[in-house]
C-alpha cells in the first residue's frame, strides 16, 4: 500500500503546481449532427496555446487553457472539422455537432488524426472504423471484426479460418474481450470461423497489444474494446444484407427525438436450411432409408437503449445474446417377430454468450465526469448424447450422457475522467466481478431392463471474488515530453485463498518534430483465470477455470519501445520493438483428456512459463483513391514446462518467425471500390515423429514371449514446421443510391489462386511407404452479398 500512497502524493503535489495562474475550462459533449450519437476519440485542440484532449468513450471532453482567447477546433475522421475563435471570461460549456460529411475536410481531418497518434504516449494500439472493416475481403460474405484485426502486426491467427487472436506470444484466453465494458468468454461462431460481433451494431473498436493504462487488468496479451451503437436519437433508419450463409438486420430510431433512442440487430446463418436438401440426397443415393438428419446454424442479437436524463445525466441499457447449435439426429426400425423396433441416436452440442450493462453517465463537475456500470456476462458450453431403444411405442434401453462446463459473472464499475489542470488528464476508479465457474461436469444415466443407473463425475461450482483499483495520469511535462503513469491494483478471493497484485503501468512519449516521435511503454499484468482448450477433438471445448491453492494466477511483464513518423500528412509509419515474460501458464499433463478434468482437475495440469519477444512494422496510407497499409512482425514464442518436452524451452504452437500482410482499397468512384488483402506466415510448430526404428517387446500375457513393434523418436514438442501459408482475398463493391437509401452488391474471392494451405499434418501410407501427408480446408471461396441502407 506504500507504493500507492506514494503515487498519490506525487500526483496531487505536480496538480497544484501553477494552480495560482488564471484558467477557463470548456467542457461539453460532441455529438454526430445526422444520429446525435455520441463520438469517441473526437480531438479538441486550441491552435494558439498548442494544447488539447479528445472526447471519452461517452463523447465529453473538458479542456482546462491558461487563456483567455482561443481558437479552438473540434474534429474526427469522416467528419466536417467545427473551428472556432471564442474569448472566454468564464467557463464554457459547448455542445458540438460535427456533419458527417467526409468529402469536406477530408485531407486536415486526417492529419489531425495522424497528429494525434504522433503526440500521444499510447502506443501498441489499433483502432479500425466500422467502414473499413466492411469494406475488405471476407470469408463467406460475412465482414468480421476479429479477422480485420489478424491483419495488423503482432496479431496472428491460429490457424485456417480461424477468428482467434494471439497476439504478442499470447493464447486466446490472454485477450481480454470487453462489448459496452463487459467480459466476452467466446468470441466465436462456427467453430472459430467466424466472431460473435456483428458490425452493423458496432460503433468503434480498439485493441491494445501494450503500454496498457491502468484502468485495464485482468489478461496478460491485450484489450479489445468494442462499443456499440447508441441509437439514431434524430430518425429511423435501417440496413441488412443477405450473405452465403448469413443474413442480418438493424433498425434504430428515436423512442423521443432528441431524448431517447434504440438500436436492434439480429443475425442467422442458415446452414441448417441449406443442408438439409443435402442430406436427403445422400441419404437417397446410397439407398438408405433411415431417418437421418444432421444441421447447425447459430443466431446472434443485440440491443441498446439511451436516454437523455438531463445535460448532466445519460443512461444507457445494452444487451447481447448468441448461440451456436450443431445437432445429428438418426433413427433406424425394422421388424422383428411382428413388433417393430426402432434405435434412435441424438446428439446435440451447444455453446454461447449473454452479456448485459446497464450505464448511467454523469458530470459531476466540468472537470469531473463520472460513469457507473452494473454488468453481467455468461458463457455456457454443453454437449449432450442420447441412445434409445425401443419396441413398439415402449422404451426397452435408453443411454443418457450430458458434459457442462461455464462461467457466470456479476458485477460493477466506477470510473472517473478529471480533468485538474491543463497539463494533467486523470482517470481513476473501481471495478468488482463475482465469478461462478462450472468447471466442467459430466453425467451418466442408463435404463434397461426395467433397472436405472445414474452417475455424476460433475465437481462442485466454484464461487470466486474479483476487484480492483487504478489511478493513472496524462502529464504533459514539457513541449516535447509526455508521461503516463498509473497503478492497478487486483484482488481475486477464492476457496479461503487470497492473491493481490500490485501492477505498474507507464509510457512516455518524447518529440523529434511536428511529425515524429520516441515511444516507450512498461505494464505489469496479472490473469486470475485460466483457459483450458482441447482443440484434438474438434470441438469448441472451453473450459475457464479458476486460480486456486496450486494453480496460481498468470503474471506478464512487458516493455516496449516504439518510433511512430507522420510522412507528408497521409503516410504513417511506426515500428515496434517487444519484450514480454510470462508465468504460471497452464497445459495439460501428456495423457490428460477434456472430459477427463471433472475430477480433480488440478492434478491434470502444468505449470510452466513462457517469453515471447519481436518487431513489428506498419506503414498506412491513410485517404486517398488508394489506401491500406503493409504490415510486417518478426517475432518468437517461447513455453517451458518442468515436465513437458524434458525441462527445455519448446516454441509455442502458434510461434511464427515471419507474418506479412497487404492490404489495399481503391476506390473507382462513388459507386465502385475494389479491395486486395495477402497475408503470409511461417509455418505452425507442430510435434511430429521424425523417424521409427524397430523394437523387441516382451509379451506381457505370456513371458517368455517376445513380439516385434515400433518406437516414434520426436525431435522435441512443436519441433517441426508445417509449410508456410499464404493466401490472397479479392472483393468488389458496387454501390447506387435509390430513392429509399442505397443498396450495395458485393463479389468476392476467398484464396483467389486457391493455395493449399495445412491445416494440420498427419502419416500415411502410398505404395506401402509411409509418407507425410497434409490436409488443406479452403480451397478458392466465391461469395456474394447483397446490402441495404434505408
Not at 404 to 421: E, H, K, M, Q, T
Not at 768 to 783: A, M, Y
Request: proline letters at 3%; charged letters at 20%.
Amino acid at each position: 500500500m506504500k507504493h500507492i500512497k506514494l503515487i498519490f502524493i506525487i500526483f496531487i503535489a505536480s496538480c497544484n503546481l501553477g494552480a495560482f495562474a488564471q484558467k477557463y475550462t470548456i467542457s461539453g459533449y460532441v455529438t454526430d449532427k445526422a444520429s446525435g450519437e455520441h463520438i469517441f476519440s473526437a480531438n479538441v485542440y486550441d491552435m494558439r496555446t498548442k494544447q488539447g484532449t479528445t472526447t471519452n468513450e461517452y463523447g465529453y471532453f473538458s479542456l482546462t487553457l491558461d487563456a483567455d482567447s482561443v481558437n479552438l477546433s473540434i474534429s474526427f475522421v469522416g467528419y466536417a472539422a467545427f473551428t472556432s475563435d471564442i474569448y472566454l471570461t468564464s467557463d464554457l460549456n459547448l455542445n458540438i455537432q460535427l456533419d458527417p460529411n467526409i468529402m469536406l475536410a477530408e485531407v486536415v481531418i486526417l492529419d489531425k488524426k495522424s497528429d494525434e497518434i504522433v503526440k500521444s504516449t499510447q502506443m501498441s494500439m489499433i483502432e479500425m472504423p466500422i467502414h473499413q472493416i466492411k469494406a475488405l475481403p471476407v470469408l463467406l460474405g460475412e465482414a468480421d471484426v476479429l479477422k480485420s484485426l489478424q491483419l495488423m502486426p503482432g496479431v496472428q491467427s491460429g490457424s485456417e479460418g480461424s477468428s482467434g487472436l494471439y497476439v504478442r506470444g499470447g493464447g486466446p484466453d490472454q485477450n481480454l474481450i470487453l462489448l459496452d465494458g463487459v467480459p466476452v468468454y467466446n468470441a466465436s461462431h462456427l467453430f472459430g470461423f467466424f466472431s460473435v460481433f456483428n458490425t452493423d451494431a458496432i460503433s468503434n473498436v480498439k485493441l491494445i497489444k501494450g503500454g496498457f493504462p491502468a484502468r485495464y487488468g485482468g489478461r496478460l496479451s491485450s484489450v479489445l474494446d468494442i462499443r456499440m451503437k447508441e441509437g439514431n436519437l434524430k430518425e429511423y433508419h435501417g440496413e441488412g444484407s443477405i450473405g452465403n450463409v448469413s443474413s442480418k438486420f438493424t433498425f434504430e430510431g428515436p423512442i423521443v427525438k432528441d431524448k431517447a433512442s434504440f438500436v436492434v440487430s439480429a443475425r442467422r446463418t442458415y446452414i441448417d436450411i441449406l443442408a438439409a436438401p443435402l442430406v436427403l440426397a445422400v441419404n437417397r443415393a446410397a439407398g438408405n432409408s433411415d431417418k437421418f438428419r444432421a444441421g447447425y446454424y447459430f443466431y446472434d442479437a443485440n440491443a441498446k437503449l439511451n436516454y437523455k436524463i438531463s445535460d448532466k445525466d445519460r443512461l444507457f441499457f445494452s444487451i447481447y445474446t448468441g448461440k451456436d447449435k450443431a445437432y445429428t439426429r438418426s433413427k433406424q426400425s425394422y421388424i422383428y417377430n411382428d413388433t417393430t423396433k426402432t434405435e434412435a441416436i441424438n446428439f446435440n452440442l451447444n455453446w454461447g454468450n449473454i452479456t448485459s450493462a446497464l450505464r448511467w453517465n454523469h458530470v459531476f463537475h466540468k472537470k469531473l465526469f463520472g460513469n457507473l456500470t452494473a454488468v453481467y456476462s455468461k458463457y455456457k458450453f454443453e454437449t449432450i448424447q442420447k441412445y434409445e431403444f425401443l419396441s413398439g411405442k415402449t422404451i426397452e434401453e435408453e443411454y443418457y450422457f450430458k458434459y457442462l462446463s461455464g462461467i457466470d459473472n456479476v458485477g460493477a464499475n466506477l470510473d472517473f475522467d478529471y480533468r485538474p489542470l491543463p497539463k494533467h488528464s486523470v482517470k481513476f476508479g473501481a471495478n468488482y466481478l463475482y465469478h461462478t465457474f462450472n468447471p466442467g461436469g459430466s453425467s451418466i444415466s442408463m435404463k434397461f431392463g426395467g433397472n436405472s443407473i445414474t452417475q455424476d463425475f460433475s465437481n462442485k461450482k466454484i464461487y470466486a471474488n474479483e476487484f480492483y483499483v487504478y489511478a493513472e495520469d496524462s502529464w504533459d511535462i514539457a513541449a516535447l515530453l509526455k508521461l503516463n503513469f498509473g497503478v492497478h491494483y487486483s484482488g481475486f478471493a477464492v476457496q479461503k485463498r487470497f492473491y493481490q497484485s500490485i501492477q505498474p503501468r507507464a509510457s512516455a512519449r518524447f518529440l523529434i518534430n511536428d511529425k515524429m516521435s520516441l515511444k516507450a511503454a512498461y505494464s505489469h499484468m496479472s490473469q486470475y483465470i485460466h483457459l483450458l482448450t482441447n482443440t484434438s477433438i474438434g470441438l469448441p471445448t472451453d473450459l475457464w477455470l479458476p486460480s486456486t491453492d496450486s494453480v496460481r494466477p498468470e503474471l506478464s511483464k512487458q516493455a516496449a519501445l516504439g518510433f511512430v513518423y507522420n510522412i507528408d500528412n497521409n503516410w504513417d509509419l511506426s515500428v515496434e520493438g517487444y519484450y514480454k515474460t510470462m508465468s504460471n501458464l497452464i497445459e495439460y499433463k501428456e495423457g490428460a483428456g477434456f472430459f477427463q478434468l471433472a475430477q480433480n482437475w488440478e492434478s491434470k495440469l502444468e505449470i510452466g512459463e513462457g517469453y515471447a519477444y519481436g518487431a513489428e512494422v506498419l506503414l498506412r496510407k491513410n485517404y486517398g483513391k488508394l489506401s491500406g497499409w503493409l504490415g510486417y512482425t518478426l517475432s518468437w514464442s517461447w513455453r517451458k514446462f518442468k515436465n513437458i518436452n524434458f525441462g527445455e524451452p519448446f516454441p509455442y504452437k502458434y510461434d511464427r518467425r515471419h507474418d506479412i500482410s497487404l492490404v489495399l482499397m481503391y476506390e473507382f468512384n462513388e459507386k465502385v471500390d475494389m479491395g486486395l488483402t495477402w497475408v503470409y506466415g511461417s509455418g505452425n510448430a507442430v510435434t511430429l515423429g521424425v523417424a521409427r526404428y524397430n523394437s523387441l517387446n516382451l509379451d506381457y500375457y505370456n513371458p517368455g514371449e517376445y513380439y516385434y513393434g515400433e518406437i516414434e523418436y520426436f525431435k522435441g514438442r512443436n519441433g517441426y514446421r508445417m509449410p508456410a501459408y499464404h493466401r490472397l482475398d479479392l472483393s468488389i463493391n458496387l454501390k447506387k443510391k435509390t430513392k429509399w437509401g442505397s443498396r450495395t452488391w458485393s463479389f468476392g474471392l476467398y484464396n483467389a489462386y486457391s493455395r493449399q494451405n495445412p491445416f494440420y499434418l498427419y502419416f500415411g501410407y502410398d505404395n506401402n511407404k509411409r509418407v507425410l501427408k497434409q490436409v488443406s480446408l479452403f480451397p478458392i471461396i466465391p461469395s456474394v452479398r447483397y446490402a441495404f441502407k434505408f
